[in-house]
């Protein structure tokens, strides 16, 4: 019997797929690109270990001031957990890729520079997830929104269920991950969800619009405005205040301060450099 003859062993572990996630930069602006069109960017464990490394590297380069989350493919953003790689995955192993996935999630929610999320197609359970870890979201106007882990038995486990009273209300989040149900772009952006809805083919465009606005401002002084709202907005008002001081301190120790403020009496643009 020949090997082309002999039968596949079934125990071998399937050989990993391509690279599904890729970092581009241009100039300051970077790119975290999904890249798992196949399988509309279902969040395997692959997929999971790459993005965190992708978001370590870019948790150390203070040469990214704006960063962009979003899909090589408009059919999905992404759909959340791979549920045909959990087919028959036992307890043990459910929770070493939940421990992965929270590392993946935390890894997001803990980058301190700007992370605009650019949504297109379905933005499903962890997809939305990862979405609203992001600072805010642009989406195409035929995208998708939802969290429907509650269909399959479980929860949403990527902060789903913090994030989203936070941002819409709590009796809306209630009614939205009790039902499970799916919200078209429109109802997004009424609710607070999106910010922005465009059509698909001026998505990207509208992206890097408002990016090179804000790459337009001092990078130093985006990320401490970012770090006095992700810790204060949930503390009591003087707790939060006090945070901002902290913040509006750094600044003052700045280089950047010190150009944006001879700029604006020069009557021209800052050169900002992030020091």
Known sequence: MTSRDAPSNPALPAPPEPRCVRLEREGHLAAIILDR??????????????????????????????????????????????????????????????ALFTRMFRALYDLEMPVIAEVAGYCLGGGLELAMLCDFIYAGEQAEFGLPEVRVGIIPGGAGTQSLPR????????ELIFTGRRISAQEAQRIGLVNRVVPQAELSAAVREVAEQILANGPLAVRQAKRAISRGVDADFLTGWALESEAYTATLL?????????????KRRPRFRGV
Not at 49 to 61: G, H, K, S, Y
Not at 167 to 174: D, E, I, P, Q, Y
Not at 259 to 265: D, H, K, T
């Open 254 to 266: 700045s280089e950047d301060r010190v150009e944006g403020i001879r700029a604006f009496n020069e």
């Open 37 to 98: 069109p196949q399988a509309l960017n279902a969040i395997s464990s692959q997929l999971a270990a790459e993005l965190i490394e992708v978001l370590a590297a870019l948790r150390d380069d203070h040469d990214v001031w704006v960063a962009l989350l979003r899909s090589s493919s408009e059919r999905a953003f992404c759909v959340g957990a791979d549920l045909k790689e959990r087919q028959g995955m036992d307890l043990d192993g459910w929770r070493r890729q939940r």
């Open 167 to 174: 941002l819409v209300g709590r009796t809306l989040a209630r």
